[in-house]
């Protein structure tokens, strides 16, 4: 009777470590890179007994050149696997700009887009105006993936966000922002300033309490922050310190172009107890103590002087930005001028009549 044998299939040995599968087949890519791809090999003066050396080095070289090859890539990858969520703050650089949106780069396979209503909450925003091309700014994700393979952002929604640690430091540092008022209230104005709505009072808007607003919608202002309250989400201006300021510069520069003993008609603008406020120009203002109003003892500057009255003031003194005045010293300045003028008139004075000479010597009997 014949004997049967089945044939024996070759066994095939698991690879009881991970590094041996990646090692078994790395070594299977080694072999058939190696007949194509040069491979640099350390080649000893030998014998056979080398070639096992040989091909070891071949596959460890081989395993290094892959492991360099996905290090390159290693940015891309993890870039390709980021998942970006509703809320994430993106980096954004803008690529292009229509009436409707503004398409921006995110470092990401898919492209952003921002609705123009999304991109300010300054009513005086333009799209084409105030957006160019390369422009780098923030903006949160409010979804990530519109239907078309966009995501959706904001650029308001970020700049309220990370605002207000801005506005807080502007505050401190007591920065001076210039910007256009947008709006107007019976009570004050609109300014929006780093995308936040800013309340400038109609008591800050100028030197005086402003009456009516309405002149101010679109005009050019300089503020500074007075409030930030980021959790009632409030910001109060002001124009008042910045004015209050320049007009103290001003007066100093005037005052640098006046000089003691200088006589001026003024406008009597305050009265105090102890003296009253004169207006000489401009906005320069000097003290008329009470004891320089009139030669007489008086009680009160009232018993003399009125609001809006005009009087004549002299300056007596200049010192630290404040002026003196004096109503006695421009009254005995405008008598010694027309007695210098009467006595100047005297001696000057020549008969004209060409007889008189003639005349002078005769007696004439009555």
């Not at 969520?85 to 949106?101: F, K, P, Q, R, S």
């Not at 898919?110 to 091309?133: C, H, N, R, W, Y």
């Not at 000089?259 to 203002?285: C, H, P, Q, R, W």
């Amino acid at each position: 009777m014949e004997e049967f044998r089945f044939k024996e299939e070759p066994v095939i040995k698991r690879a009881e470590k991970p590094e041996e599968a990646v090692d078994a087949v790395v070594e299977g890519a080694a072999v058939e890179a190696a007949e194509e791809t040069p491979v640099e090999t350390v080649v000893d003066a030998a014998s056979a007994d080398d070639a096992p050396a040989e091909a070891s080095v071949k596959r460890v070289r081989v395993r290094e050149a892959v492991t360099e090859s996905m290090d390159d890539y290693t940015d891309e990858i993890e870039a390709s696997l980021k998942r970006i969520y509703a809320g994430d703050v993106m980096e954004c650089t803008v690529v292009a700009v229509d009436e409707t949106a503004v398409s921006v780069d995110l470092d990401y396979y898919a492209p952003g887009k921002i609705p123009v209503e999304d991109m300010s909450a300054d009513p005086l925003f333009s799209v084409f105006t105030d957006v160019q091309i390369g422009d780098q700014f923030k903006a949160i994700v409010t979804s990530a993936d519109d239907g078309a393979g966009n995501i959706v952002l904001s650029k308001k929604e970020a700049d309220a966000e990370l605002s207000w640690e801005k506005l807080e430091q502007m505050m401190e540092d007591n920065a001076v922002i210039e910007g256009t008022i947008s709006g107007v209230t019976n009570s004050g104005a609109i300014l929006y300033v780093e995308g936040i709505r800013g309340f400038i009072p109609a008591s800050k808007l100028d030197l005086k309490y402003v009456e009516d607003t309405n002149p101010y919608l679109n005009k050019k202002i300089r503020v500074n922050i007075t409030e930030v309250d980021r959790n009632r989400k409030k910001l109060i201006l002001s124009a008042k310190e910045i004015l209050v300021e320049q007009a103290a510069e001003k007066r100093l520069e005037d005052i640098g172009k006046l000089s003691v003993g200088s006589v001026f008609e003024g406008t009597v603008e305050k009265i105090m107890d102890y003296g009253a406020f004169v207006n000489i120009g401009g906005d320069l203002s000097g003290l008329l103590h009470v004891s320089q109003i009139s030669e007489n003892r008086i009680t009160h500057p009232k018993a003399v002087l009125k609001l809006g009255q005009k009087v004549k003031v002299k300056i007596i003194r200049i010192e630290n930005g404040k002026i003196s005045l004096s109503m006695k010293a421009a009254k005995e300045a405008e008598e010694e001028a027309l007695n210098e003028e009467a006595t100047e008139y005297k001696s000057e004075y020549v008969p004209n009549n060409p007889f008189a000479a003639l005349l002078k010597d005769i007696k004439l009997d009555n």
